[in-house]
């Protein structure tokens, strides 16, 4: 079993949580009076409630466009991580046409959203026209642009958009008509979720279905490959930093229309490093990545219910999630095991 790559990479996955959740209970036992009760709370609160159930839904949303608009990068080995300040921005323009009146409750959220998404994705060119064109360094101009998204967007909200009523950085009221609607009642659960599994849905087939998802993986699989079978990779890059950016564009803006009345972000959302971690957790696999968005929402609205009804401290997640990190980024865990496997295997093979 373990000389599948697949089964394997599960496996590596599964053994890393498992470890990642021991560790965190002996950081309980030096920390907590009660420790049992506090793992417990972790582990199992968010199934007690629907409530509960939908504020993790309600995280795994963003969590997972970030993931996949950084993923699209990571296929093409291109370390960007753009999406944070395109959360960012687009989250800006997404407040200029949520705030405008419009007569059609159905087009409202609609052209909010697209607009935003092609608005990610003209960003995204940039950096994108820069590496394909001179060989920037895909990582300092994303970080730089992050920088000068923020200030932009914080000026245009400062100037333009600025509530009158709210202290700090806000804008006006989102018109009712551009809200998207909840869709499973006694929770915050919006249409954005069906929106999600349908991008997940759609990202998987263009991935591994279509000529340009086959190009993609081969690029970044090899780009020496990719070069000389005829691939463009100018074009390629161009394309793959537009559908990453887009897909931020339209993640942002669905997170503001479906859990904000108005723009209120007065720092970065700090999701793009965020998404880079979903990202990596799901191997760049958009199901992948809806379940390592899913996960980690889970163990975060843990941690928040065991914050508020324990002596222990949210932070202790972060605990469990840099114990995952570690493990499945690690080339070594568990390889050995992998290595006897394919050995074998080829015994077998060979018999």
Known sequence: MLANEKIFEAVKMIASLLLALLITFVVLLAVSATPLESFSKMLFAPLTKVRYMGNVIELMIPLS???????LLFRTKLFNLGTEGIFYFCGVVTAAIATQTFSNSLLHPIVTILISGLVGGTIALIPGFFKAKYNTDELVTSLMMNSILFGLGLYVIKNFLQAK?????ASQLF?????????????RIHIGFAVLLVVVLLLWLMLFKTKLGYAIRMTGLN??????????AFS????????????????SSIELLGMYSRFQWSALPGLGFTGALMAMLGKNDPFGIL??????????TGADIMARSTDVPVEVVAVVEAVIVLFVSSQYFLRKYHERALIKKGEQQDA
């Open 223 to 232: 780009k020496s490959f990719a070069k000389y079978s005829g691939m463009n």
């Open 291 to 300: 379940a390592a968005a899913f996960a980690i929402s889970y163990l975060r």
């Open 175 to 187: 018109k009712s008509t551009a809200l998207l609607p909840i869709i499973i009642p006694g929770t």
């Open 236 to 251: 390629l890059f161009l394309v793959v930093h537009f559908i990453s950016g887009f897909l931020g564009g339209i993640g």
């Open 165 to 169: 009523d709210v202290p700090g950085v």
């Open 65 to 71: 466009f970030a993931g996949l608009a950084t993923a």
